[in-house]
């Protein structure tokens, strides 16, 4: 017999959230009046979203509440009087980024489940082991995974799966995009995303462009649709087929809604054998939403250039009202009710009884005392057509059994007054199983680890990606550590490398991935000897993949969590420091105010370009060919700035950073403020001259308080001083 499913709706609104029950789904996610990842949906205030909880419970549905933003330290403090009333309402579940909310949740509302949002870039089973450990009770892959590492996941953690099945899909893996950031201010991590994938761009090769007239919108992708992998994906252990599309309206989400329902349960019903996809369906997807094509994602390749629109999408579509009337007809503007079995028992000199029952609940109400009829008595039907006015309540009579006992009378006030208690007592009783106590908000135990001040010199750390740039770095007697690039690096020159800077005095990491999927599993695996050998003093860590796997391998050294695993609340910083990281990169998205307030001193970036998103996806692949070699590409926007593009072929992504370098030079004082526990220069595209000149310049104004000639023109302060809404 095989596993149902959870058709998961989307609902940006009120509005959105009744069609998506009417349409079949079961269960939907909201996001609240803060918090949500989609700030600039019609997210309803408290009263609307407690309506909300009680509207799909009383329907047999769930409702998970999107708290998945990173949170800054100030939000911290009003996040337990955010959630309580929706906890107590019986809220089903929180879908969660940031670890230090995901660590508060735990800690304050510990019988709330928890699922790990996709923007946490879960990748593999060592990630999702680690979460589930930690207390979710469900995962949501990142979009960019195939069938086969979604099964492996399935295979090897006891953890619920939920896996995006249509809708809009991100250029950048979830979680990792700063350009709608650095770009405007608006991030995505904190719901406030401005789409700048959306815009065209020139991408260019030695100053030259590339690719044909019409290929400028090198960023957008086609919407995801699966109707025809729904088998495979049941089959691969998705349980959760979650719709995108918080931002559209409520005809879109019934629509959607209600054709994924149809061959979900046309599968389970059916199986294989059975299975087949009507076109008129697939025709309503298209006309519900089209951003210039469909795709069915990244379950069956890793990327590809038909999963990108490439043009621009038309101004003007004629819509196809035929579909858009019988959606509202029959989804949007129905009212759902719920069927009731009902007795009423009338007799003479004795009160009317009201016994109901509703989704297994029995409740029994008694009202006035039934009289003698003077005259005619009263008949079952009129009893049976006054009670069935339901009216505006979300129940009907299924089946209502009407018993008298001699000549009786009731007035209609009474029988009125019989119906409405005893549907606010059904619907107290089927809503009072979700309802919890509340609960005292816990004191908190005082971080363990301390903030220190340091009366010495932050440590000088450079990350290289160009191997050609080595030895000159060493030779640099304020470096204190230096990580290489293990998609640059090879690995039989990695004991090399550590040889080099232990003989110059210097510590020596091994940067991961930024992306850890299968690819790269297998290729440490093949070199496990080379990387045990080496005897690396520690490891940048990108993601928990990488931290899950380093510990199974039994790998020695050090873990400095990047700044992509987000400690931005003291919380976080605890929680990360308890999944075994050594140091923290500070976060990219606060400025100096912000970071102050951190408990935990890490390290800090003082120069360098930005990732402004990592993708699946290669614009070297889809503008030329796949040759497997690593290069740099421009990427110039309509305001004429160029955003390097590196394709990193040894684990198959690729990174386009920002136009101009952080840096923050001139801000000595600020800087030190902060008591950061080392300062990081970080190279990826510069040459050996340009990083021997950034080098000397911040070894001068930093550690031998000289004044340098600044070796670039252009820069930014990124978010040090402006920070993100």
Not at 410 to 416: G, H, K, M, R, S
Not at 506 to 517: G, S, V
């Amino acid at each position: 017999m095989k596993k149902a499913v959870e058709i998961l709706a989307p609902a940006g609104s009120f509005e959105s959230m009744k069609a998506a029950v009417a349409a079949g789904a079961d269960a939907v996610y909201m996001g609240g009046s803060r918090f949500g990842a989609r700030a600039f949906a019609q997210n309803p205030d408290e009263d609307k979203l407690m309506e909300a909880i009680d509207y799909v419970h009383l329907h047999g549905k769930k409702l998970y509440l999107t708290v998945n933003t990173l949170m800054k330290e100030q939000e911290m403090d009003e996040l337990f009087e955010y959630l309580l009333p929706y906890y107590k309402q019986g809220l089903d579940a929180a879908i969660v980024q940031d670890m230090g909310v995901f660590s508060f949740i735990r800690k304050n509302f510990p019988d709330l489940p928890l699922h790990a949002s996709t923007q946490m870039t879960i990748t593999g089973a060592y990630g999702a082991g680690m979460l589930k450990e930690l207390g979710a009770e469900r995962v949501v892959t990142a979009r960019e995974l195939s069938l086969s590492e979604i099964k492996r996941i399935h295979e090897k953690v006891d953890v619920e799966i939920e896996s995006f099945v249509h809708g809009a899909l991100c250029y950048c893996y979830s979680g990792q995009c700063l350009f709608s950031s650095l770009i405007g201010g608006r991030s995505g991590n904190r719901g406030r995303c401005a789409q700048t994938c959306r815009l065209p761009y020139e991408v260019k090769r030695d100053g030259k462009a590339i690719g044909k007239k019409d290929d400028s919108y090198c960023l957008s992708l086609k919407d995801l649709s699966t109707l025809d992998l729904i088998p495979d994906m049941i089959e691969a252990g998705i349980y959760s087929m979650k719709i995108e599309g918080r931002m559209k309206s409520p005809r879109y989400t019934a629509g959607v809604v209600s054709i994924y329902r149809k061959y979900a349960d046309l599968y389970i019903n059916k199986g294989r054998e059975g299975y087949r996809v009507q076109e008129e369906d697939r025709k309503a997807l298209l006309d519900l939403f089209d951003r210039g094509g469909q795709t069915d994602g990244y379950y069956k390749q890793h990327n590809g250039r038909d999963m990108v629109v490439w043009k621009e999408k038309p101004s003007f579509r004629e819509g196809n009202q035929v579909l858009f009337d019988y959606l509202d007809e029959n989804y949007v503007n129905k009212e759902m009710k719920q069927p009731v079995q009902a007795a009423v028992y009338l007799k003479e000199g004795k009160e009317a009884s009201l016994e109901l029952i509703c989704q297994g609940h029995t409740v029994k109400v008694m009202g006035a005392q039934v009289q003698s009829a003077k005259n005619q008595p009263m008949t079952e039907e009129k009893v049976r057509k006054q009670l069935e006015k339901t009216g505006n309540t979300p129940f009907y009579f299924d089946n209502l059994q009407v018993e008298r006992e001699g000549n009786v009378f009731i007035p209609v006030q009474a029988l009125n007054e019989l119906r409405r208690t005893g549907l606010e007592q059904i619907q107290n009783a089927v809503l009072g199983q979700y309802y919890r106590e509340g609960v005292m908000a816990q004191t908190e135990e005082r971080s363990i680890y301390k903030k220190e001040h340091h009366s010495g010199t932050p440590l000088l750390t450079v990350s290289l990606e160009r191997t050609d740039c080595l030895e000159a770095v060493v030779e640099s007697g304020k470096v204190g550590r230096v990580y290489i690039d293990s998609a640059e690096f090879d690995p039989k020159h990695w004991k090399a490398c550590v040889d080099l800077c232990h003989k110059n005095g210097k510590e020596c990491m091994l940067t991961m991935p930024h992306i850890f999927r299968n690819n790269g599993e297998q290729f440490f695996d093949q070199h496990i000897r080379e990387l045990k050998e080496s005897a690396f003093d520690g490891y940048l860590i990108r993601s928990l993949e990488e931290a899950g796997y380093l510990n199974q391998k039994e790998i020695k050294g050090r873990f400095i969590f990047d700044f992509d695993v987000y400690g931005m609340n003291h919380w976080s910083q605890d929680m990360l420091m308890d999944m075994g990281a050594d140091e923290l990169t500070l976060p990219v998205e606060l400025n100096s105010r912000e970071l102050g307030k951190l408990k935990i001193p890490g390290e800090l970036l003082l120069y360098g370009r930005l990732p402004m998103m990592v993708s699946a996806q290669c614009i070297h692949k889809g503008l030329e060919r796949c040759d497997k070699l690593p290069s740099v590409l421009m990427m110039k926007d309509r305001k004429g700035k160029e955003f390097p593009v590196k394709n990193h072929c040894r684990f198959c992504y690729n990174s386009i950073y920002n136009s101009a370098p952080l840096s923050l030079h001139g801000l000595y004082d600020g800087v030190m403020a902060l008591s950061p526990s080392s300062l990081r220069l970080q190279f990826t595209i510069e040459d050996l001259e340009e990083t021997k000149e950034v080098i000397q310049y911040f070894s001068g104004e930093f550690y031998d308080r000289q004044e340098e000639r600044l070796p670039f023109q252009e820069f930014t302060r990124g978010h040090f001083k402006r920070g993100v809404e």
